[in-house]
């Protein structure tokens, strides 16, 4: 096991753009730390660095109080599970688990004995001698994973390994790789653009967007406690509704006048977005005024969709499952929760808050 530090880490391509602008962060010994962020935000570039499949341009990486950045990807004590299987498709599930064994000359009983035990730990004993085209998309999957459990890395990397799964493979992956890193007791990155994922799986959560950390922290912490507009909205299921705002003696007006008892701290007239999530939201005698543009029915949960004026975007909320269910074209009224609102300046972060009484609009 081991933990590693980024200390101003940097990529820059060589007569290209810098995609990584200085990260800072701490992997504890043994943590599940997710790598979370839209495409194209640098979240698998800098596993890759950790890898030592990309170089690195700028700042320090650790791992296990040893600094890395020019030692080869071989000798970092790391292993990585890709997208892609990557399965020797000549070779059984045995031989392809032992493969990086056998290129290393270790012992044929070593190798045996450290397969079995992968096999084992995945439940796919029963498949080690078959071929990979004789196995499911989550059985390949599982298959990678043991090719990299038998040389007993320090930290294992995980990128995207779920996204060639179908939905219910992904949930039932989701399960065995908690189950697993619970188990090995090892420290494991795992990358994600997928939100569900990083929530139901890490001990910690480090939000990626712009080749930046936006926030780490646990996955309760952010999704109760966003440090600005982009976290805010990119964790959650439906995501955080946004109301634009200003503030009014000290509280804040909507676009339709109504005045929210949400206090804070910044000068009369100012613009500001008030962050509530769907659940937060509901249906009552009066308040805010919206009009219902769909509702879907997921079994236990309903979730409408409603404007209001001045918001660009659809509002979520979520109704119980055999409650009210408005119709398509309606104009309902909307209490919010100002208990659960979040408040952002006009620079995206989050603003303190001197009272968080529920006052009806």
Do not use: W
């Amino acid at each position: 096991m081991a933990e590693l530090k980024l200390k101003n880490l940097q990529k820059t391509y060589e007569d290209g753009p810098t995609v990584i602008h200085g990260i800072n962060l701490d992997i504890r010994d043994g943590e599940f730390m997710v790598f979370v962020g839209p495409s194209g935000c640098g979240k698998t570039t800098t596993l890759r660095m950790i890898a030592g499949l990309e170089d690195i341009s700028g700042g320090e990486l650790s791992i296990g109080r040893q600094v890395v950045n020019d030692v080869p990807a071989a000798k970092r004590g790391v292993a990585m599970v890709f997208q892609s299987y990557a399965l020797y498709p000549h070779m059984t599930v045995r031989e392809n688990m032992g493969f990086g064994l056998k290129l290393a000359k270790k012992p044929k009983a070593e190798i045996e004995a450290a397969v079995n035990r992968a096999a084992e730990v995945l439940q796919i004993t029963h498949l080690l001698d078959r071929k990979p085209k004789a196995l499911s998309g989550g059985q390949r999957q599982r298959v990678a994973i043991g090719r990299a459990i038998v040389r007993k890395p320090d930290v294992f990397l995980f990128d995207e390994p779920l996204s060639n799964l179908d939905a219910s493979l992904r949930v039932q992956m989701r399960i065995e790789l908690a189950k697993l890193h619970k188990e090995l007791a090892t420290t494991m990155i795992y990358v994600t653009h997928d939100q569900v994922e990083a929530m139901t799986l890490g001990d910690r959560i480090a939000v990626f967007n712009g080749g930046h950390i936006e926030q780490v922290g646990t996955p309760l912490e952010l999704y109760e406690s966003p440090a600005n507009l982009f976290v805010a909205g990119f964790l959650g299921s439906p995501k955080m509704n946004f109301l634009p705002a200003k503030v009014l003696g000290g509280k804040l007006q909507l676009a339709d006048k109504a005045v929210l008892d949400i206090r804070v701290d910044r000068p009369d007239g100012e613009n500001v977005t008030i962050g509530v999530r769907p659940e937060h939201l509901r249906i009552a005698a009066s308040g805010v005024s919206a009009v219902v543009d769909i509702v879907e029915h997921l079994g236990d949960t309903q979730i409408a969709y409603v404007h209001v004026q001045g918001v660009k975007e659809a509002l979520a909320l979520k109704l119980a499952s055999g409650g009210q269910t408005p119709a398509n074209g309606s104009t309902i009224q909307l209490a919010i929760d100002t208990q659960h609102c979040h408040v952002f300046g006009a620079d995206g972060r989050a603003l303190a808050l001197r009272s968080r009484e529920a006052v009806a609009a």
